[in-house]
């Protein structure tokens, strides 16, 4: 049940392909506003001109980056680190480092644009008689 009235912290599991790791980031819902404002700005107008797929392109990434670190609270403490050592986004955690949110920005910008990807573009729906099917193949 997803309730409504909690501020649960959801988890998404993100691999890069730029680095074949994977890792597990922690994220609140978005509020309204910022779903709004993430349509809003995907495909606004520039200069008063009609919108292009060209102009929707440009912008697309630093949006995702952007609302991907708006929502993200944290990561698995190991799954990054900074100069051979893990660090953690736990300020409890011995190995807390401060300004982790910066430094995925800087170093890890695709996890982030995935992160948004999942949460503000991945929505899927389905019929209700529909028979729920995995999207994985079995083996």
Do not use: C
Request: zero cysteines; glycine letters at 6%; proline letters at 6%.
């Amino acid at each position: 049940m997803l309730d409504l009235t909690r501020q649960d912290v959801f988890k998404k599991i993100v691999f890069d392909s730029a680095t074949g790791e994977e890792v597990e980031i922690t994220h609140r819902l978005p509020t309204t506003q910022e779903e709004i404002e993430f349509q809003r700005k995907t495909f606004r107008r520039r200069e008063k001109k009609s919108i292009s797929p060209e102009d929707i392109a440009k912008n697309l990434a630093e949006i995702r980056i952007d609302f991907g670190l708006r929502i993200v609270t944290g990561f698995k403490e190991g799954d990054f680190g900074v100069d051979g050592k893990p660090i953690s986004s736990d300020p409890v955690s011995p190995n807390f480092y401060q300004d982790w949110k910066n430094l995925l920005r800087e170093k890890a910008p695709r996890i982030l644009a995935a992160l948004a990807v999942a949460v503000f573009e991945g929505g899927r729906v389905r019929a209700a008689e529909e028979e729920e099917e995995s999207p994985f193949p079995s083996s």
